[in-house]
């Protein structure tokens, strides 16, 4: 009967213990060894554990601080090395190529059409000048037209004499006179305005194409900016991290 009650008695012993251990953070190995070897190890663990409780807290929120610190910076350098990998010397100097090669391209298309530019005041003045001849002819067509058009109605339905008849037949050689005149006015304010047109589309041309170029250096400046910024950016969030 004895041996039972020691034998329980032990049992109790080391499940105090254990559980003292386990709040602790001993080693549950050490303190059932502990207990096992004094009479009084059970007492004296269950005071220690009970005495060390109020710190536990305090070190696992220290521990849980530095973990997540721990893991911000992680995460930082993570996108530092992103931030650097996307503005490295090789992506950046492509980058700088390809400006450089639109801005060539656009002082080049600017410049020819600045050059094709210069003949336009000339060739609006040909216009002008050949608009002003072809009204000119038009209404010495349409005169002489009138003029015709009232002496044959003056006329009514008398018999002409022979120099009404005559005057209506210089008149109309004149009518005829006047519209091959008119033709040929009209032919050259045709051929003058086509090549003003011609001229003028080229101009455009040439100016649609540096717009084009411009846009293109403005992108990739965005872009090198953009990725120096963020290269920046994450440098700054890295070192608030480190601090």
């Known amino acids: 009967m004895n041996d039972i009650l020691a034998r329980r008695a ?24 502990a207990e096992t070897s004094s009479p009084t190890g059970a007492a004296v663990s269950q005071t ?29 350098l993570k996108n530092l090395e992103a931030a650097k990998d996307a503005a490295s010397p090789e ?44 009204d000119e002819a038009h209404n010495r067509t349409s005169g002489l037209q009138a003029e015709l058009d009232k002496a044959l109605e003056a006329l009514g339905g008398e018999e002409p004499s022979t120099v009404f008849k005559e005057h209506i037949k210089q008149l ?11 033709e040929s006015c009209e032919d050259d304010l045709h051929r003058y305005q086509r090549r003003l047109e011609s001229q003028e589309k080229q101009v455009q041309y040439f100016e649609s194409e540096a717009e084009k170029a411009k846009a293109h250096i403005d992108e990739d400046i965005a872009k090198r900016n953009a990725l120096l910024g963020d290269l920046e950016k994450a440098q700054a969030a890295y070192d608030d991290a480190c601090k």
Request: cysteine-free; charged content about 25%; proline content about 4%.
């Open 172 to 182: 109309r050689m004149e009518i005829m006179t006047a519209q091959r005149r008119e």
């Open 48 to 76: 220690s554990a009970t005495s060390g409780n109020s710190g536990a807290p305090q070190t696992e929120d220290a521990a849980a601080a530095k973990d997540k610190a721990y893991a911000a910076m992680q995460e930082a």
């Open 10 to 33: 032990r049992r109790a012993t080391v499940g105090i213990a254990l559980s003292a251990a386990l709040v602790a953070g001993i080693a549950p190995a050490t303190a059932i060894a």
């Open 91 to 134: 992506k950046l100097a492509e980058i700088n190529d390809d400006i450089a090669a639109f801005q060539e391209l656009y002082d080049m298309v600017v410049a020819e059409a600045a050059k094709r530019r210069e003949p336009l005041p000339a060739m609006q003045a040909n216009v002008d000048a050949a608009q002003a001849k072809y």
